[in-house]
């Protein structure tokens, strides 16, 4: 049974960081990508980032370009989200994804094939 699981989220101030965790495990990842989305209150579930398992090629969307990074750790089949200079804006629910597609890196929710449950942020300004 596929899992991802999410950890790391919380409350934190304007301009504070947070290091979300998703914890992979039900098969083999190695092939995959593995990608952010957030989803605020009223609002559509949008793209954060994403990283190829294999390789370590990025993907950012542009509001988090150089605010946040991506990362994993093979040995732990965990991927991380570095998250700095938090905004209130970045307040949602973050969820992350694995992608069976390994030539895209996509930014479409719909090429997605796994999820996890969430894990909320909350930043206060």
């Known amino acids: 049974q596929v899992q991802l699981v999410e950890s790391g989220g919380g409350l934190v101030q304007a301009g504070g960081s947070l290091n979300l965790s998703c914890a992979a495990s039900?098969?083999?990842?190695?092939?995959?990508?593995m990608g952010w989305f957030r989803q605020a209150p009223e609002k559509e579930r949008e793209f954060v980032a994403a990283?190829?398992?294999?390789?370590?090629?990025?993907n950012y969307a542009d509001f988090v370009k150089g605010r946040f990074t991506v990362s994993r750790d093979n040995a732990e089949n965990t991927v991380y989200l570095q998250m700095n200079s938090l905004k209130a804006e970045d307040t949602a629910v973050y969820y992350c994804?694995?992608?069976?597609?390994?030539?895209?890196?996509?930014?479409?929710?719909?090429?997605?094939?796994?999820w996890g449950q969430g894990t909320q942020v909350t930043v206060s300004s």
């Open positions: 994804a694995a992608s069976r597609q390994p030539f895209l890196i996509s930014r479409s929710s719909g090429t997605y094939d796994y």
């Open positions: 039900g098969r083999t990842f190695s092939r995959d990508v």
């Open positions: 990283i190829r398992w294999s390789g370590g090629n990025t």
